[in-house]
Antibody
Framework: QVQLKESGPGLVQPSQTLSLTCTVSGLSLTSNSVSWIRQPPGKGLEWMGV???????DYNSAIKSRLSISRDTSKSQVFLKMNSLQTEDTAMYFC?????????WGQGVMVTVSS | DIVMTQTPSSQAVSAGEKVTMSCKSSQSLLYSENKKNYLAWYQQKPGQSPKLLIS???TRESGVPDRFIGSGSGTDFTLTISSVQAEDLAVYYCEQYYDTPLTFGSGTKLEIK
């Protein structure tokens, strides 16, 4: 059974760095890509970036300078780090992956940027 | 970046009615080599993660009711719900995966009268 679960701090101060973890089960990170998507409260979806099965990454150009996605295949974890957070980065953060023709999303983690 | 434009932003219909919603892309999503449109439709119910309904513009995912119909090609796409049910209350997003960054439309909120 494929599952993805996001974890991280619920509150981050402005200008600080956000660190999130996506823990996956039921699939291999060396065979499947994992994407990060975020959604500000009451707004639409924004694709942030992806780490491919070969470890390569692609990022949304709008936030590329602040974003880093990495992984630890031995722990089945994917990491998101984004620096210089501002209030507009307040959002629900999701990770998602494809496996065997189906797409799976985590439940999301709410991150609030506030002092 | 490819811009995705969805209309209308919201729509209210009665159960049993047919509803259509539009998604237009700023460039063609049709890849000439495989003749596939790199367009997906998602359903997001209140308080839930998005759920993939349709990929390749018209291919329903496993378990998706056949009342959900995706159509279109190139830059113009449509999601039709042939007979809306109360449980279809949700926001529907289109997404292009023709090129990175992947981009979503702003969504169509479906309300049930």
């Amino acid at each position: 059974q494929v599952q993805l679960k996001e974890s991280g701090p619920g509150l981050v101060q402005p200008s600080q760095t956000l660190s999130l973890t996506c823990t996956v089960s039921g699939l291999s990170l060396t065979s499947n890509s994992v994407s990060w998507i975020r959604q500000p409260p009451g707004k639409g979806l924004e694709w942030m970036g992806v780490i491919w099965s070969n470890g390569g990454t692609d990022y949304n150009s709008a936030i590329k300078s602040r974003l880093s996605i990495s992984r630890d295949t031995s722990k089945s974890q994917v990491f998101l780090k984004m620096n210089s957070l501002q209030t507009e980065d307040t959002a629900m953060y999701f990770c998602a992956s494809d496996y065997s023709g189906d797409e799976y999303w985590g439940q999301g983690v709410m991150v609030t940027v506030s002092s | 970046d490819i811009v995705m434009t969805q209309t209308p932003s919201s729509q209210a219909v009665s159960a049993g009615e047919k509803v259509t919603m539009s998604c237009k892309s700023s460039q063609s999503l049709l890849y000439s080599e495989n003749k596939k449109n790199y367009l997906a439709w998602y359903q997001q119910k209140p308080g839930q993660s998005p759920k993939l309904l349709i990929s390749w513009a018209s291919t329903r995912e496993s378990g998706v009711p056949d009342r959900f119909i995706g159509s279109g090609s190139g830059t113009d796409f449509t999601l039709t719900i042939s007979s809306v049910q109360a449980e279809d209350l949700a926001v529907y997003y289109c997404e292009q995966y023709y090129d990175t960054p992947l981009t979503f439309g702003s969504g169509t909120k479906l309300e049930i009268k």
